[in-house]
């Protein structure tokens, strides 16, 4: 709990009884999910804005700094289905590069987005007494009527069909808060580019969209397992 994890990164004055552990446990458990499996392949590695000192960041380790910029405390969980575990499950084939690091920038961000947007306005309201910063985080109601919208908020769902800007086809996968990725037929998702909701466009599936090699399925086969 965040009171607790508050504690934990007083200074020795303060006098509270302090288990430095509770910032010290970190990071983010990575899954990978195959078929009707989840197998844990990497347990609680820290994210890049988790290990300041490795990223050359000199700035004094301060109470605030520590829990609401560094995600001391802050443990995550990624479950994924695109990467390939290596021979031994505890690790990915390409560890060190391609879409393992891609996944990992991905991750970071959100958790970015997590410490500003929910971290750091409840950590305000714990220390300072400032229940507006969480009350600021809910939008506020457009005074004009709905009927004098000139277009229509999208609505994307993860799992929707969607076309990107580029030509891209395929599902909709959740990057953050108004981003998206695509996951393309084969199932690759490629990570360099983020879409953001207005840029995509619902779709269905077409015939001519069927990967070369394959064809699409008659009516009669709809609902059933093959």
Not at 132 to 144: C, D, E, G, Q
Not at 148 to 162: A, D, L
Not at 185 to 198: A, E, P, R, V
Request: proline share 6%; hydrophobic share 30%; charged share 30%.
């Amino acid at each position: 709990p965040l009171p607790e994890l508050i504690d934990s990164c007083k200074g020795k004055k303060s006098g509270a009884h302090r288990d430095i552990s509770l910032q010290n446990y970190k990071g983010v458990f990575y899954y990978n999910r195959d078929a009707d499996k989840i197998r844990l392949i990497l347990p609680r590695v820290e994210s890049k804005i988790q290990n300041p000192a490795a990223n050359g960041i000199t700035q004094m380790a301060i109470k605030e700094r520590r829990i609401c910029e560094w995600g001391y405390g802050l443990i995550g969980v990624c479950i994924e289905s695109i990467l390939e575990p290596a021979h031994n499950k505890q690790e990915y084939k390409d560890q060190e590069g391609g879409q393992s690091q891609l996944l990992q920038r991905a991750v970071d961000d959100k958790m970015k987005i997590h410490l500003s947007t929910v971290v750091a306005p409840r950590y305000d309201e714990l220390e300072n007494g400032n229940p507006a910063a969480i009350s600021s985080l809910v939008p506020a109601k457009p005074t004009r009527k709905p009927s004098q919208r000139k277009h229509p908020k999208k609505k994307i769902k993860e799992g929707n069909w969607v076309k990107a800007p580029d030509g891209k086809i395929g599902e909709a996968v959740v990057c953050s808060r108004g981003r998206w990725y695509v996951k393309e037929h084969s199932g690759h998702i490629y990570f360099g580019k983020k879409y953001k909701t207005g840029e995509l466009e619902k779709t269905q599936f077409e015939a001519a969209d069927v990967p070369e090699g394959y064809v699409a399925a008659s009516a009669a086969l709809d609902g059933r397992a093959v």
